[in-house]
């Protein structure tokens, strides 16, 4: 089977093993990942996807945090997968994906996380993602999201259009334009709410929480 396009976390797939390194030396992942951490705010042992999975940290965050909580990750790269896998130590389901249909049927959570993820889809796909989150997941159930948002102050603005030339200019222009609260909408959520953000040397990260409406006509 052809396996489909996909930007990898670092842009090219032999900077994977880095990652975790990297990310740490230049970025406040910690910080950023416990905020939308904190915004989960369980009612007991809900299932919870975190799509972009990635290396896996946010997931162990969630663990650690929220034990009663059951965690699958997704992502569309094997190889960063690999080395969830090693970490996440069977803790957290984890399954690839082909970038188009969420291995999951209709209403199977009650909140999807996303870190860092969206700016590396194109635009032209971030809907039809959002609406697979949208189908995955139960009425009622929230979506948040922690990723590059509207620059807020002179220095974020010049600092995410140097970043956007490594990490591609065409899928982070609706996160520099502010708009993916308005993909999101697009996509059936009922209430989309733009929160706290956190300023970073690469640009501003934005905080999205969105609710599927608990009663919706399918
Ligand atoms: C910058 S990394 C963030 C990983 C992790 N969420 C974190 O916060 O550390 C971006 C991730 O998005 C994944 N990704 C890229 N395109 C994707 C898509 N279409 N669907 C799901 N994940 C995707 C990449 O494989 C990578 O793991």
């Given at each position: 089977?052809?396996?489909?396009?996909?930007?990898?976390?670092?842009?090219?797939?032999?900077?994977?093993?880095?990652?975790?390194?990297?990310?740490?030396?230049?970025?406040?992942?910690?910080?950023?990942?416990?905020?939308?951490?904190?915004?989960?705010?369980?009612?007991?042992?809900?299932?919870?996807?975190?799509?972009?999975?990635?290396?896996?940290?946010?997931?162990?965050?969630?663990?650690?945090?929220?034990?009663?909580?059951?965690?699958?990750?997704?992502?569309?790269?094997?190889?960063?997968?690999?080395?969830?896998?090693?970490?996440?130590?069977?803790?957290?389901?984890?399954?690839?994906y082909?970038?188009?249909?969420?291995?999951?049927?209709?209403?199977?959570?009650?909140?999807?996380?996303?870190?860092?993820?969206?700016?590396?889809?194109?635009?032209?796909?971030?809907?039809?993602?959002?609406?697979?989150?949208?189908?995955?997941?139960k009425?009622?159930?929230?979506?948040?999201?922690?990723?590059?948002?509207?620059?807020?102050?002179?220095?974020?603005?010049?600092?995410?259009?140097?970043?956007?030339?490594?990490?591609?200019?065409?899928?982070?222009?609706?996160?520099?334009?502010?708009?993916?609260?308005?993909?999101?909408?697009?996509?059936?959520?009922?209430?989309?709410?733009?929160?706290?953000?956190?300023?970073?040397?690469?640009?501003?990260?934005?905080?999205?929480?969105?609710?599927k409406?608990?009663?919706?006509?399918?």
């Amino acid at each position: 089977m052809k396996e489909e396009k996909f930007n990898p976390a670092l842009r090219f797939q032999w900077l994977t093993g880095f990652y975790d390194r990297l990310i740490s030396l230049t970025f406040p992942e910690k910080k950023i990942k416990q905020q939308l951490i904190n915004l989960v705010d369980p009612k007991g042992n809900e299932r919870l996807l975190d799509f972009g999975v990635g290396t896996g940290t946010l997931s162990i965050m969630l663990k650690q945090q929220y034990p009663e909580m059951r965690v699958w990750g997704v992502d569309v790269d094997d190889r960063i997968l690999s080395i969830a896998y090693e970490k996440v130590q069977h803790k957290v389901e984890l399954q690839h994906y082909d970038g188009k249909n969420l291995p999951f049927p209709d209403d199977k959570f009650d909140v999807v996380v996303s870190s860092l993820v969206f700016h590396h889809i194109p635009t032209n796909m971030k809907a039809k993602i959002l609406k697979e989150i949208f189908r995955v997941l139960k009425p009622g159930g929230r979506l948040l999201i922690a990723d590059f948002g509207k620059p807020r102050t002179q220095y974020t603005k010049i600092a995410f259009a140097i970043f956007r030339r490594f990490d591609g200019e065409e899928q982070t222009r609706a996160n520099a334009k502010g708009m993916l609260p308005y993909f999101i909408m697009s996509a059936g959520f009922s209430v989309v709410e733009e929160g706290e953000h956190i300023n970073t040397a690469f640009g501003t990260i934005s905080y999205i929480k969105a609710v599927k409406a608990a009663s919706i006509e399918k």
